[in-house]
């Protein structure tokens, strides 16, 4: 896929004036996270299984190599195959190849983020074949020829309406004459459609939540059960999973699963959770004939071993942009790229480049709601401040930030011309307020002004006033 | 160099070491040979009575529908869900030799077929290889007596399982799944379903029957 990260800020102004996104995104923030509220609750072992789950994907980092032979190994003895991957082009290349030796027309597809990743859809589009998103948010987009806009509720800036257009203009040619209002009608419209889809391909490609080195078992988690009749109708099943999704064994999954979908979703369980381990058996009815597995790297062992290697802990939840507040402003397609949202502020800078995703460690407000959700605990906001560091270093940082930063070090390293200048500054502001409380415009402040009032400052000075008036200096 | 040599190589390198051999390496092997088991919730550490409560209430709570049974009254539960939901008495069967226990033909009216669904069938009966009390779910594995498609394709599903295999948590079913195929060795498809298919993916609003079952039901069988 294509990045217009470094088009942050016009993505982000467009993102704020679009009414129906502002409306979607509204429900986002009552949705998911209230919902995972609740599952945690639920669960009184939630926080020490997060501590586990963080452990076992460090371990499994620190050992990838192991591990990922062992997955190779038991995969290639039950008759799959295991193909690697260096980068986007060469996993491109191996399924095309893989699709072209099963004489494919069409591929039916179970949502995967690093297909999205190594723009799979268009490549095989451009080569004759034609792939078909089951994931019921992943179709819409796919019929709107738009990238998803979270990671695991790809339409979720989408309105119901927006999706009964949708609909209307695309199965009309299919012999469906009705604009829908009803989302049951939508859902099944989607299900008649889709079930042909799914019964004519002649591969399955699915992603992969974990690899699992005991067994060689890839674990798929859906809701709809599209990933399972992906892998279970066509003649060939094709995996593509980015190398640190291996964990050691089946109790490893157990953990990782009960943070996953309570964090996801708010679910005790996703409906499907799938374990599939290698071809068809030769007493099987049914299940593909084929199975392969394609890992892809694209500059992941780079991290490795770096101060950024926490970022491939990552299991791909979608809480921290369900928590954070710049992702619920402006909602996924922003961020430019595959992964949005605090997630997709660490990642993107390294898999596209700090030059071209700059941007993205800088929309954050450092709240740390993010952090405080991650499953596997995530040092989501320390890693946004190493780009930073990175951007800073590169001198890729506007030049108004870089002289405003420098001021700032020049007062805060003489502490007496800091508290005048504080001091000067907050009385100059108090009159500046004068009783509102708040600005609505403020010198070289135009750009927050311009969305939010600033709040001006309370009686009683400075902190460092009011720290020495209270005796805090004496303790 | 080989895509994999490359691969296992930059990782090796980020790593700061070659490929591990000796005791690092005996280390690992034995961790995958005795998958320790992690955190477990509590709230299965009860009696087999309170588990299989428990599996009815998770099973209940995901939309599915239970109901507590003996092993004579099988038959007759199916039909009269079918006549309740408005089903014809016709169903798929998986040709699993653990269902043959029931007595069918005491439902002279049910017409029942063994083995793969068709794209008419709108009703699948189907074993299980246990059930979650953790978490209400269900794990299907496939093999010559359970087609994986019998679990996907029609509308209703109804799952037949025994008391007797409701087990505490997910770790339970490891231990059956290793006792069944082995060490390290699993079937192609092992299925853990929990209530019908779902989506959200339309203004974050549940609806039933994505792509799988629409309805599921469950009878839970005495022993």
Known sequence: MQSTAHAFKDNARHALADGNLQQSLAMLKVGFSERRRQAVERLPEFEALRDRARDIKDHALANLDFYLEAFEARVTALGGQVHWAPDAADARRIILDICRRAGAKTVTKSKSMIAEEVALNEHLEANGIEPVETDLGEYIIQLRHEPPSHIIAPAVHLTKDQVADTFFEHHRKLGFNRRLTERNDLVAEARQVLRRRFQEADVGITGANFLIAETGSSVLVTNEGNADLTNTLPRVHVVIASIEKVIPTLEDAATLLRVLARSATGQEWSSYTTFNTGPRRADDPDGPVEYHVVLLDNGRSNVLGTEMQAMLRCIRCGACMNHCPVYGAIGGHAYGWVYPGPIGAVLTPQLVGVEEAGNLPNASTFCGRCESVCPVRIPLPGLMRHWREREFERRLTPAAVRQGLALWAFLARRPWLYRLATGLANRMLALLGRGEGRYRWLPLAGAWTRYRDFPAPQPGGTFHAQWRARGGARQ | ?223
């Open chain 2, 1 to 223: 160099m080989t895509a994999r040599a490359q691969m296992l190589d930059a990782i090796r390198r980020a790593s700061k070491r070659g490929p591990l051999a000796g005791e690092a390496r005996t280390a690992l092997e034995d961790r995958l040979r005795q998958h320790r088991t992690n955190i477990v919730p509590e709230r299965t550490a009860g009696s087999q009575e309170d588990r299989i409560r428990q599996f009815e209430r998770w099973a209940t709570f995901n939309q599915a529908s239970v109901a507590c049974i003996s092993a004579k009254e099988v038959p007759a539960a199916v039909t009269d869900y079918l006549a309740a939901n408005n089903l014809p008495a016709r169903a798929v069967m998986a040709p699993d030799s653990a269902l043959d226990r029931y007595d069918w033909t005491s439902r002279g009216m049910l017409e029942l077929r063994r083995g793969l669904p068709q794209d008419a069938d709108r009703v699948a009966i189907t074993g299980a290889l246990a059930g979650v009390a953790e978490t209400g779910t269900l794990v299907f594995v496939s093999g010559p007596e359970h087609p994986t498609s019998l679990n996907l394709l029609p509308e209703t599903h109804i799952v037949i399982l025994r008391e007797r295999d409701v087990v505490g948590p997910l770790e339970d079913v490891f231990a059956r799944l290793r006792a069944r195929y082995g060490e390290g060795a699993m079937p192609r498809t092992v299925n853990t379903v929990t209530g019908p298919s779902r989506t959200g993916d339309i203004e974050q609003q549940l609806e039933l029957g994505a792509h799988g079952p629409r309805r599921m039901h469950i009878l839970l069988v005495g022993d």
